[in-house]
């Protein structure tokens, strides 16, 4: 199926909104290297003024002669008239959890390569192999069966640029017959046959047995993504980043997925946790919010405090880290404020039995006992030199989505960001965010 690779790069293409300089993140793999052969040849058609392509590669040095494979896709792209750049994953490597870490990275590299090329978002090779691949594993491990949306279409990193995956209806089969059609090579990555991976244990799995099915799972996910919203809006209040607070009746309402899922998501940001708590804590917590007696339960560093006025959570005052901001650098304390100096060294910790939080938080309306708790755990910003004055920048920071936010949890996320006093996650470049699905 040759031609569904131009298909969809030229569907791609068209959904654009605006004029936008697109960056290929390209591996030298077949997946890759097809989505920047099609974009390139795409654009050749005169429907698509106002877009352009940039590519970068990013070398993770993880093995011998991936430098060399940078440069030959270096010299691809200069064959194409493409301007490529090729940014490099230095220092040392994590013994384990490589592939998360490197995941890590090399966006933060696709953003500085961004950032150079002048582009506004990034577009990724992903196929639907990978979604196959994806689905399989988090289902496995997914505990409010969030799973079977497998990988958004769209993807907002760092608060600040998209990530696209054109090609997640094509197989990757499809895109090697669109090379080999044109005489064009790629490379195998060797480390896509180490079992030590899970992908990897997974993708062989998958070549001999039954795929997982695919649903409309993005579409539902977003529709559900509104409906958290919708009870975040209505239902939840939060003070100061500190403190949210729930209305007895509708706390016990653990069985409506949309509300536990909206619950348990601002928990999370509460916490600074970058996810959602696994099944075993979701259950435990369940039975004592739907039991509705008075009383506190911790789960995911959050304590869920019940009491006949309603239920309030807030951070556990235990495992506070410190963290040290140089001159006028940022930084995230304990996953749940950012904090960016305005002239000298800083120090973050907790506030400890502060008065003058505690009161912020009465004035507010929590009840005394509640406001003294969620006072322990408020920033303290302190200058690194007793002698200089603390000039800061704080904010919350939503750990949840703030790094990786799937384009079909937008509502829920923008929901959650007014709630903690933040703007709105900026818009896509291209239409239907919200309710791009595979399948």
Same mark, same amino acid.
């Given at each position: 199926?040759?031609?569904?690779?131009? =298909?969809?790069?030229?569907?791609?293409?068209?959904? #654009? /909104?605006?004029?936008?300089?697109?960056?290929? &993140?390209?591996?030298?793999?077949?997946?890759?290297?097809?989505?920047?052969?099609?974009?390139?040849?795409?654009?050749?058609? *005169?429907?698509?003024?106002?877009?352009?392509?940039?590519?970068?590669?990013?070398?993770?040095?993880?093995?011998?002669?991936?430098?060399?494979?940078?440069?030959?896709?270096?010299?691809?792209? &200069?064959?194409?008239?493409?301007?490529?750049?090729?940014?490099?994953?230095?220092?040392?490597?994590?013994?384990?959890? /490589?592939?998360?870490?490197?995941?890590?990275?090399?966006?933060?590299?696709?953003?500085? &390569?961004?950032?150079?090329?002048?582009?506004?978002?990034?577009?990724?090779?992903?196929?639907? =192999?990978?979604?196959? *691949?994806?689905?399989?594993?988090?289902?496995?491990?997914?505990?409010?069966?969030?799973?079977?949306?497998?990988?958004?279409?769209?993807?907002?990193?760092?608060?600040?640029?998209?990530?696209?995956?054109?090609?997640?209806?094509?197989?990757?089969?499809?895109?090697?017959?669109?090379?080999?059609?044109?005489?064009?090579?790629? /490379?195998?990555?060797?480390?896509?046959?180490?079992?030590?991976?899970? +992908?990897?244990?997974?993708?062989?799995?998958?070549?001999?047995?039954?795929?997982?099915?695919?649903?409309?799972?993005?579409?539902?996910?977003?529709?559900?993504?509104?409906?958290?919203?919708?009870?975040?809006?209505?239902?939840?209040?939060?003070?100061?980043?500190?403190?949210?607070?729930?209305?007895?009746?509708?706390?016990?309402?653990?069985?409506?997925?949309?509300?536990?899922?909206?619950?348990?998501?601002?928990?999370?940001?509460?916490?600074? +946790?970058?996810?959602?708590?696994?099944?075993?804590?979701?259950?435990?917590?369940? &039975?004592?919010?739907?039991?509705?007696?008075?009383?506190?339960?911790?789960?995911?560093?959050?304590?869920? =405090?019940?009491?006949?006025?309603?239920?309030?959570?807030?951070?556990?005052?235990?495992?506070?880290?410190?963290?040290?901001?140089?001159?006028?650098?940022?930084?995230?304390?304990?996953?749940?404020?950012?904090?960016?100096?305005?002239?000298?060294?800083?120090?973050?910790?907790?506030?400890?039995?502060?008065?003058?939080?505690?009161?912020?938080?009465?004035?507010?309306?929590?009840?005394?006992?509640?406001?003294?708790?969620?006072?322990?755990?408020?920033?303290? /910003?302190?200058?690194?030199?007793?002698?200089?004055?603390?000039?800061?920048?704080?904010?919350?920071?939503?750990?949840?989505?703030?790094?990786?936010?799937?384009?079909?949890?937008?509502?829920?996320? =923008?929901?959650?960001?007014?709630? #903690?006093?933040?703007?709105?996650?900026?818009?896509?470049?291209?239409?239907?965010?919200?309710?791009?699905?595979?399948?």
């Amino acid at each position: 199926m040759p031609d569904a690779v131009l =298909d969809t790069a030229s569907s791609f293409l068209r959904s #654009f /909104i605006r004029p936008a300089r697109i960056l290929v &993140a390209v591996s030298g793999g077949s997946d890759s290297k097809g989505l920047l052969v099609a974009l390139h040849a795409g654009l050749q058609a *005169e429907e698509h003024r106002g877009l352009s392509l940039v590519a970068c590669t990013v070398d993770h040095a993880l093995r011998p002669g991936s430098a060399s494979e940078a440069e030959a896709v270096a010299a691809f792209c &200069a064959g194409l008239g493409v301007a490529h750049r090729v940014y490099r994953w230095e220092g040392d490597k994590p013994r384990s959890g /490589i592939q998360a870490a490197a995941r890590t990275r090399r966006y933060a590299l696709l953003c500085e &390569a961004a950032d150079e090329l002048g582009a506004d978002c990034i577009a990724t090779g992903h196929t639907l =192999d990978d979604q196959y *691949e994806t689905i399989a594993m988090r289902s496995l491990r997914d505990a409010e069966g969030q799973g079977a949306a497998g990988m958004a279409a769209t993807m907002l990193y760092g608060r600040r640029l998209w990530v696209m995956r054109p090609f997640l209806k094509l197989r990757r089969g499809d895109i090697r017959a669109f090379l080999e059609a044109r005489g064009i090579g790629w /490379i195998d990555d060797p480390s896509n046959a180490n079992h030590e991976f899970e +992908r990897v244990r997974v993708r062989t799995r998958l070549a001999t047995g039954e795929l997982p099915a695919l649903s409309p799972g993005g579409r539902k996910r977003a529709a559900a993504a509104a409906r958290s919203a919708a009870f975040i809006e209505r239902h939840i209040r939060v003070c100061e980043g500190l403190a949210a607070e729930v209305s007895a009746r509708q706390a016990g309402n653990v069985d409506d997925p949309d509300w536990r899922r909206a619950l348990l998501s601002v928990a999370a940001v509460l916490g600074g +946790r970058d996810h959602l708590p696994a099944r075993a804590t979701i259950e435990r917590l369940s &039975a004592f919010l739907r039991s509705g007696e008075p009383g506190r339960l911790t789960a995911g560093r959050v304590v869920f =405090d019940r009491r006949a006025s309603g239920l309030y959570l807030y951070r556990e005052a235990r495992s506070l880290p410190a963290l040290a901001i140089a001159p006028a650098a940022r930084g995230v304390w304990d996953g749940r404020f950012a904090v960016t100096s305005k002239g000298p060294a800083l120090t973050v910790a907790a506030a400890g039995a502060s008065g003058a939080w505690a009161q912020r938080l009465i004035d507010a309306g929590l009840p005394a006992g509640v406001a003294k708790r969620a006072a322990l755990v408020a920033p303290r /910003i302190m200058p690194a030199d007793i002698a200089g004055e603390a000039s800061a920048e704080v904010e919350c920071h939503i750990a949840l989505f703030d790094t990786f936010l799937p384009g079909f949890d937008r509502i829920m996320a =923008d929901a959650i960001a007014v709630l #903690f006093g933040r703007d709105r996650y900026p818009a896509s470049p291209v239409r239907d965010v919200l309710t791009e699905m595979v399948g």
